[in-house]
């Protein structure tokens, strides 16, 4: 019976050794051969969102599957998923790895796969350029009606000010886009969201940004757990994109400014 066992480890560990060293193909790292499916939120400017034509997605993460996939030499596919479902939709192999401004935390990395960052973020309070408020802190949001989207970094943002005292009345929104439209038509008196967020308004003369939280958080592209193979592809094209300047020509496409520094 030693013998054997013997015998079968030696087997286990000659198999073992021949999977480390066997190529992975296009397929047995994603949910179809061939291609990158890439669940995302399509409603997060300028992160992803959709073009004048209501069909066409753009925007950071819409290039940055684009430049992935081709690395990977994959076609890529862009699936349209409520945010309260991204994760849950990526559980069940409804798609290969979500990239929409999905932020880095503790708790996912319980869950499931990250990326190594692409882009680093904060918080930005936005008002109406035609009023007089101007905060210039948080505390300042005291007794106003403050928008923001729901289940997000911004809305934990403002459960963290409830906590260290800040009274005011949420106004949360399940799009940020809503939030937004919610201020330009004066039903609230500011939004807070993500500063790169805001960077999709900074040119329309209805908003204006008061205050701008330094880089505290930092994206990445959510993988199943245990899917180390993509895992380790897509943070090699990662790497290959700030190291050849692609990744440097998608930031200043979208945000008018080489971001590169919010990673270092």
């Known amino acids: 019976m030693k013998k054997i066992a013997v015998v079968v480890a030696a087997f286990a560990a000659v198999l073992a050794l021949t999977s480390c060293n066997k190529k992975v193909e296009a397929g047995e790292f994603t949910v179809e051969k061939g291609k990158l499916k890439v669940g995302m939120e ?5 992160m992803e969102y959709y073009d004048a034509d209501g069909k066409t997605p753009i925007g950071f993460d819409i290039e940055l599957g684009k430049a992935v996939a081709a690395k990977l030499g994959l076609e890529v596919e862009f699936i349209d998923t409520a945010w309260d479902g991204i994760f849950a939709g ?11 401004a999905a932020t880095i935390t ?38 106003k009606t403050v928008a923001y989207q729901a289940e997000t970094t911004s809305d934990i943002f403002m459960q963290k000010q409830v906590q260290a005292g800040l009274k005011f009345t949420p106004a949360e929104f399940d799009k940020v886009i809503n939030a937004y439209d919610e201020l ?16 999709n308004y900074a040119n329309d003369p209805s908003f204006i940004s008061t205050w701008v939280g330094s880089a505290d958080e930092y994206f990445g ?13 897509v943070n090699t094209a990662i790497d290959e994109m700030l190291a050849d300047g692609s ?18």
Request: glycine share 6%; with cysteine.
């Open 42 to 46: 399509i409603g997060y400017p300028p």
């Open 247 to 264: 990744m440097t020509e998608i930031y200043l496409k979208i945000f008018g400014a080489d971001m590169s520094d919010t990673i270092k």
């Open 106 to 143: 503790p708790e996912r990395l319980e869950s499931m796969e990250f990326s190594k960052p692409y882009v680093g973020n904060g918080q930005a309070i936005v008002v109406r350029a035609d009023r007089d408020f101007r905060p210039t802190t948080p505390s300042e949001l005291e007794g």
């Open 184 to 199: 330009k038509l004066g039903r609230c008196d500011a939004v807070v969201s993500d500063a790169l967020v805001y960077a």
């Open 90 to 100: 990526l559980e069940t192999n409804k798609y290969d790895c979500v990239m929409s």
């Open 221 to 233: 592209v959510a993988i199943r757990k245990g899917n180390t193979a993509l895992l380790e592809k």
